[in-house]
């Protein structure tokens, strides 16, 4: 499997693990979505239709119910920082469900996984390859209830600024990782699926593992500029965002009768952008992560109580 990814999944330049001190300068950083969004730089638009910010082909959107759990599940605590690691050898193990983010060098990966945690827990650059070693953060549960808790693994970027020697160890992390319950892909929304990205779908499809493309930076197609756009501007902008979405379905499962493993959805998202006091489509995206390790609110189903069935003949007293 090493041997074709080498010419194209260049992953970035491995680098020594962060020390304990540097996580906790991290770690002490103010969580994103307890920031309320008149106090930063954010903006914050109203009255927005955000069912657009996804497109379901083979699932059911949740219900609000359901990302009212997602929401509060990533808020139970603060999110813990378990380990780092180069190789897929020297990784820790443990029993609690395992999803992973996978995407280009810059495509949002560690900015997204901060919004998503609620903590500036995960490197973050302007410049491609920040990320340089594959990280596990936990959230959720408590450490002595794991399988009620959900570790979130940050993968180093493909692409501009990275190695081939970084592609063999997430492959083999995603072929032989028992815990791996879900892979999401990331992809720029402004740039679509590149041929990276169909590469790597290609051998995910291989392995056999579910996996789920992500729009990351939305709000750069629905809100290109930091002013509220005119509702004709908006409705545009959102159909330009369908058309989107639609050819990462294309992507992704050009076969309705054979979906490879990929889950019939597209959830377009914004580690920035600030709608209705949330950030752009996060607990739709925390929703996906906590189905994909069937950690997900079920609604319980209310059974009625039998009911007797009383012949004709009885009723007309002619039994």
Not at 160 to 184: D, H, N, V
Not at 252 to 278: F, H, L, M, R, T
Request: hydrophobic share 35%; with cysteine.
């Amino acid at each position: 499997m090493s041997s074709k990814l080498q010419p194209y999944l260049r992953i970035r330049h491995a680098q020594a693990g962060l020390s304990k001190t540097c996580h906790r300068s991290l770690a002490s950083h103010a969580a994103p979505d307890r920031l309320h969004p008149q106090s930063s730089k954010l903006h914050t638009v109203r009255a927005f239709p955000t069912s657009a910010l996804s497109y379901h082909w083979d699932t059911l959107p949740p219900t609000p119910a359901q990302l009212t759990h997602a929401s509060r599940f990533f808020k139970l605590q603060p999110p813990t920082f378990l380990w780092s690691a180069e190789k897929f050898k020297t990784m820790d193990f443990g029993d609690s469900p395992e999803v992973c983010f996978l995407g280009r060098s810059n495509a949002g990966k560690s900015s997204l996984l901060n919004a998503l945690l609620c903590k500036n827990i995960a490197h973050t650059s302007s410049k491609p390859g920040r990320t340089r070693l594959m990280n596990a953060f936990a959230v959720g549960g408590s450490e002595d209830n794991g399988k009620n808790r959900l570790v979130v693994l940050d993968m180093p970027g493909y692409g501009k600024g990275g190695r081939a020697e970084w592609g063999t160890q997430i492959m083999k992390y995603l072929e032989k990782r028992k815990e791996l319950k879900g892979t999401f892909l990331l992809v720029d929304a402004e740039h679509g699926v590149k041929k990276s990205d169909q590469q790597l779908l290609a051998m995910i499809k291989d392995i056999g593992i579910p996996y789920q493309v992500i729009l990351s930076k939305a709000d750069k197609i629905v809100f290109p500029r930091s002013r509220k756009p005119s509702p004709k501007a908006l409705e545009a902008r959102l159909s330009g965002l369908r058309r989107t979405m639609e050819s990462v379905k294309e992507a992704v499962q050009p076969d309705s009768e054979d979906d490879g493993g990929a889950v019939g959805e597209v959830i377009a998202c914004s580690s920035e952008k600030w709608i209705e006091g949330k950030r752009m489509g996060i607990d739709e995206v925390r929703f996906a992560m906590l189905r994909a390790a069937n950690l997900e609110y079920r609604p319980s189903i209310r059974l009625t109580s039998p009911v007797e069935i009383v012949p004709h003949e009885e009723i007309s007293g002619h039994g």
